[in-house]
């Protein structure tokens, strides 16, 4: 999900076939992670964020927040 994985030093963003994901899995399996770093920005990920997230966006796309009505 880009939303989430919005750095490389997050994860590892592949298409969705069978060659890319055993790729992916390779190159998480070897990489080196900064856990200390990837727990940090999960902690920012908390409910009320991504609720704000959702309601930001679902906003956006019903455009009410273009016509000035709500």
Same mark, same amino acid.
């Given at each position: 999900?880009?939303?989430?994985?919005? !750095?490389? !030093?997050?994860? $590892?963003? *592949?298409?969705?076939?069978?060659?890319? $994901?055993?790729?992916?899995?390779? =190159? =998480?399996?070897?990489?080196?992670?900064?856990?200390?770093?990837? =727990?940090?920005?999960?902690?920012?990920?908390?409910?009320?964020? *991504?609720?704000?997230?959702?309601?930001?966006?679902?906003?956006?796309?019903?455009?009410? @927040?273009?016509? @000035?009505?709500?």
């Amino acid at each position: 999900v880009p939303e989430i994985l919005v !750095s490389p !030093s997050l994860g $590892i963003m *592949v298409q969705q076939d069978i060659q890319a $994901i055993a790729d992916g899995l390779t =190159a =998480a399996l070897t990489r080196s992670w900064d856990r200390d770093a990837i =727990a940090r920005f999960a902690g920012t990920r908390t409910w009320e964020v *991504v609720a704000q997230e959702v309601e930001t966006y679902l906003t956006q796309i019903s455009g009410e @927040g273009t016509s @000035g009505k709500n």
